[in-house]
Every structure is written in C-alpha cells, then in structure tokens.
Nanobody
Framework: QVQLVESGGGLVQAGGSLRLSCAAS????????MGWFRQTPGEAREFVAA????????DYADSVKGRFTISRDNAKNTVYLQMNSLKPEDTAVYYC???????????????????WGQGTQVTVSS
C-alpha cells in the first residue's frame, strides 16, 4: 500500500519561504516520478514541479521557476519542495503524487499520477 504524507505547510508572509516534505512508503520508488501539484477552491489541480526518482531530472511550472526547487532524499524516501519568494498567488492546497510509470521525462499531467497524498495548506499573506 503506497502512502504519501505531506507536511510543512502553513501561513507565511509574501517574500517568505516554506519547505514541504512528502514521506513515501509502501513501495520501492526508485523508478517513480514524484510530483507536486496545487489546487485552490473551484480551480483545477495545477502542476507545480516533478522529479524522476532515479535520474533526478526535474520539471517546473513557469510560474514557479527560479523560486521553487524539488529534490529527493533516497535514504529517507522523502521528496521536498523548497518554496522561496512566496507570493499570495501561491496560496493553495499542495499535493504530493507518485507516477509508477514514469519515464526519464517526468509528466506534468495530473492524470499520469497514480497515488496522492492528503494535501497540505499553504497560505501566503500580502
């Protein structure tokens, strides 16, 4: 049973930083793609960033490039999303997801991901 547990969300002022963590368990994730998505009420789930667990290659949404960094710690089976220079428009529930059929190029499509965490709220005040 795959489990993804996010943590690290909270309330921060604009310009501040947060680091989200996604602890993965239940499988060997070495061949997986791991992604972060976000969602606000009434809106579709939006791609934020992804990383291929084995190759380490990454992809980012244009809106977060240069501000967010995705990384993984193989020993801890954990994926991180470091978020700097946060803006009010980054406010959302952030979800961690796992793609068991990941290729070298990670997917930015939410429907490619098979497993999801419960989400963590990030609120950026102006």
């Amino acid at each position: 049973q795959v489990q993804l547990v996010e943590s690290g969300g909270g309330l921060v002022q604009a310009g501040g930083s947060l680091r989200l963590s996604c602890a993965a368990s239940g499988r060997t994730f070495s061949s997986y793609g791991m992604g972060w998505f976000r969602q606000t009420p009434g809106e579709a789930r939006e791609f934020v960033a992804a990383i291929n667990w084995s190759y380490g290659n990454t992809d980012y949404a244009d809106s977060v490039k240069g501000r967010f960094t995705i990384s993984r710690d193989n020993a801890k089976n954990t994926v991180y999303l470091q978020m700097n220079s946060l803006k009010p428009e980054d406010t959302a529930v952030y979800y961690c997801a796992a793609d068991q059929n990941s290729k070298v190029v990670v997917s930015t499509m939410h429907y490619a991901y098979d497993y999801w965490g419960q989400g963590t709220q990030v609120t950026v005040s102006s």
